[in-house]
């Protein structure tokens, strides 16, 4: 009988002593979302390059709404964190004609973290201050102006590029 109180005593102690600070950082999140107008997608090869949860570089040509997200411990959080899109101009595209083209973005990057306690810190470290890094833009052309927009080459949508120091 003493053996097992002291076996059953041992657990409540092993048990008690893996508990974590619940204002703790349990997870670190990133969202990569994106969110184009058809005529982007008519009129421009759309490129998304970011860093996964690995660190990696990941370049693909999307052509509809993409998203792209992670959730980490601390200590397995890449250091490193980028996220690009590029519209460049098609070679072939539909004809441009005496239409209204309207180019409309929603592009976020959100960076959070969870503690043990599941409340959602923002902040995710002392030295990545943006919290979340967002592009919203809507562009309404006649179809002359949509031309001269179109012609004068690639367009940088978002980029950014941020390390961390590690600390929470």
């Avoid at 101009?89 to 306690?117: G, T, V, W």
């Avoid at 967002?134 to 940088?156: A, H, I, M, P």
Wanted: hydrophobic share 35%; aromatic share 14%; net charge negative.
């Amino acid at each position: 009988m003493l053996c097992i109180i002291m076996t059953a005593f041992g657990m409540v102690s092993c048990g008690e002593t893996e508990d974590n600070d619940p204002l703790a950082i349990k997870s670190i999140n990133v969202e990569y979302n994106l969110n184009l107008s058809q005529n982007w997608f008519d009129f421009y090869d759309v490129v998304v390059t970011y860093l996964d949860e690995n660190g990696q570089s990941k370049s693909l040509t999307v052509t509809e709404k993409w998203n792209f997200g992670f959730s980490m411990s601390p200590n397995n959080a890449p250091r490193n964190y980028a996220f690009s899109v590029v519209a460049t101009p098609k070679k072939d595209h539909p004809e441009i004609n005496d239409a209204q083209y309207i180019l409309s973005q929603e592009i976020d990057a959100d960076f959070f973290c969870y503690r043990y306690d599941g409340t959602v810190f923002k902040e995710l470290s002392s030295d990545l201050c943006a919290q979340k890094l967002t592009s919203n833009d809507v562009l309404t052309f006649s179809g002359s102006q949509f031309k001269d927009y179109l012609e004068s080459g690639s367009r940088n949508l978002m980029s950014f590029s941020k390390s961390w120091d590690g600390k929470y």
